[in-house]
């Protein structure tokens, strides 16, 4: 069976733009979050985000991507032009090589709401442009990126709620794995528009400590009271072993496990069953045991439900071995379809700087979490090997094992 | 709305909107082949003509407009 290495990354969230400003973020511990106003005017409970810049993209992109680019492509190109480049690779050597791209995406809320607009304001289809159903599709990202970075191998999106950028990276190991790919382009994109989130608002699962934005998401907190949600996208170029180091390319890891699962239950209610067998998955897939595993970066939303289900799992699977983990929520917020890509990417950074970055706002355990070795200062720590989890609406579940190359 | 106005605005949009270069706009260029505009792209241009001189172009009678000349003049009689 072959083996899969990660040659590039790329992020653009809110902790900054580029793999070097992010690091920095996760290092000191800076939160992301702030307060969207046009939520507040929009109806929302909570007009807390993780608050991304738009990229200006007049310049590096001609006029018809830019048209048919959604805001979450935009950010999508942001990353993966980073990574593309981090994995030393061009447009030059796409155009001549097969390369393939699975990524997470699952709305595109704003393209389709803007252009109901225009329609119901002309009566007139047309008049919603060109560019509207390029950007309205699921699979935008996928369409935009494969025809922007001239793409010829797999090429689809992921939709998997809040674990579709881990199932990207998750099918892109298979892929790889079996011959299928060289090279595969994984990530998850993330709008995060005032347009896209009000449903998920709706049903009351935001945090609604405005007061003070820093502190709303404390994943496996007693007081937490909700998530917040956040956007942006990440990249990883992954690329069968041989392959990579024939090409002389930076290899940062290898993707060693995937581990999924569906809980087959609630829509939105999660499952500590669940969970622990996409992780216990992902583990074997690795051949390795939960007692090998350095650090866990956790999918913990800081919602009451989901960090308690996890929390069991976690005690269950963990507790003997004291595994430090972490919630990179607590910083950037959920960043739900984008999370599985960018928690990889966070916890790569950590990886290759031999550090834990914090789970803010963990003041005080609950009943489920008091038992977890969670990590709520940075902390210096050598990590030959993670896991990070990803979950979702519909009971989806994955979980993915990363190794340093030594 | 004169027909100098009419050049002007079409131009305007041309270059700032469709991104087309300032040089290539001449009266006897070619819509598709001179100035690279293709169905796309149209579906905008026919979103700002509507918006900038208030009526829609019907494709039927666009069939004999070749040339960015001809184009001025289709609006320019539409407007007139």
Known sequence: MKRVVITGMGIYSCLGKNLEEVTKSLYAGKSGIGIDPMRLEYGYRSPLTGIVERPALKGLLDRRSRVCLAEEGEYA?????????????DLDYLEKNEVGIFYGNDSSAKAVIEAHTTAMQYKDTQMMGSGAIFQSMNSTVTMNLSTIFKLRGVNMTISAACASGSHAIGLGLMFIRNGLQDMVICGGAQET????????????????????????????????????????????????????????????????????SSNGANISQPSDHGSAIAMERALADAGVQAKDIDYINAHATSTLQGDAFEAMALDHLFTPYHTPISSTKSMTGHECWMAGASEIVYSNLMMQNSFIAPNLNFENPDEYSKNLNIV?????????????????FGGTNSALVIKKIK | MQREEVIKIVNNFLVEEIEIEEDLLKEDALLKEGLHIDSLDF??????????????????????????????DYIAEKVK
Request: no cysteine; charged share 25%; net charge negative.
């Open chain 1, 77 to 89: 190109y942001m990353a993966t032009a980073e990574a593309i480049r981090n994995a030393g690779i």
């Open chain 1, 193 to 260: 528009s005032y347009l896209s989130m009000g449903s998920f608002d709706g049903i009351g699962a935001f945090s609604v400590r405005v007061d003070d934005p820093t502190k709303a998401s404390r994943p496996f907190d007693r007081d937490r009271d909700g998530l917040v949600p956040g956007g942006g996208a990440a990249t990883v170029i992954l690329e069968e072993y041989e392959h990579a180091v024939k090409r002389g390319a930076p290899i940062l890891a290898e993707v060693a496990g995937y581990g999924f």
């Open chain 2, 43 to 72: 579906v905008d241009i026919v979103v700002i003509v509507e918006k900038n001189f208030g009526f829609k172009i019907k494709p039927e009678e666009m069939k004999d407009v070749k040339t960015l000349g001809q184009f001025y």
């Open chain 1, 376 to 392: 709520n200062k940075t902390q210096e720590k050598n990590i030959d090997i993670y896991l990070s989890n990803s979950f979702g």
